[in-house]
């Protein structure tokens, strides 16, 4: 299976900063990525897909680049409501894979 | 409005089976890959099984397979997982997931809001 690797793990920050959490992937998976936000107690909310396609409705402050093994989630001018853990999920062959999750707080 | 609303979550011991359901509205489930992915209390996301659109070929995670099958009804709209020989480690929040397209290259762009299995003598 494609091993997903997230980092960081956590950290803290502050309203306004702009936040890089990147994703590695053990093997190449194109521009197969997605990334997904999940709040305490709710579903995950899909942000970004083919590695940096913004979802309808997300907000432009979110970006994704990336391709092939390495890949990075921004956010600019972080937002109240951006406090939350951020996966990435390759869908690039099964079985699907997710990374372990980075958790944005707030400082 | 896309909705997906599972049920069938419980108490189980280790061992017991279980069938998770996933009722769909708003599009038609079989023309859309929908996916089964779990999360354990405090942990991340895992993918547990996939089915296709067309066709309905299935995939597993390693971690299940053998004792997991996951399947749909079209005429009900609605998507199942039977769960047998059920494990401690298989205690976890299970979402039905929809996909953007009918194939597996795809990403999930709608959750569900989960059921709980707790596997617990």
């Known amino acids: 299976a494609i091993r997903m690797t997230q980092s960081p793990s956590s950290f803290s920050a502050s309203t306004g900063d702009r936040v890089n959490i990147t994703c590695r992937a053990s093997?190449?998976?194109?521009?197969?990525l997605a990334w997904y936000q999940q709040k305490p107690g709710k579903a995950p909310k899909l942000l970004i897909s083919a590695a940096s396609t913004l979802q309808s409705g997300v907000p432009s402050r979110f970006s994704g680049s990336g391709s092939g093994t390495d890949f990075t989630l921004t956010i600019n001018c972080l937002q109240s409501e951006d406090f939350a853990t951020y996966f990435c999920h390759q869908y690039y062959t099964y079985p699907w894979t997710f990374g372990q999750g980075t958790k944005v707080e707030t400082k | 409005e896309v909705q997906l609303l599972e049920s069938g979550g419980a108490l189980v011991q280790p061992g017991g089976s279980l069938r998770l359901s996933c009722v769909a509205s708003g599009f038609t489930l079989n023309t859309y890959a929908m996916s089964w992915v779990r999360q354990a209390p405090g942990k991340g996301l895992e993918w547990v099984s996939g089915?296709?659109?067309?066709?309905?070929?299935?995939y597993y995670a390693d971690s299940v397979k053998g004792r997991i099958i996951i399947s749909r009804d079209d005429s009900k709209s609605t998507l199942y997982l039977q769960m047998n020989s059920l494990r401690a480690e298989d205690t976890a929040v299970y979402y039905c997931a929809k996909s953007v397209g009918s194939t597996s290259s795809v990403a999930i762009d709608f959750w569900g809001q989960g059921t709980l299995v707790t596997v617990s003598s």
């Open positions: 093997q190449g998976i194109s521009v197969y």
């Open positions: 089915i296709s659109g067309r066709g309905g070929n299935t």
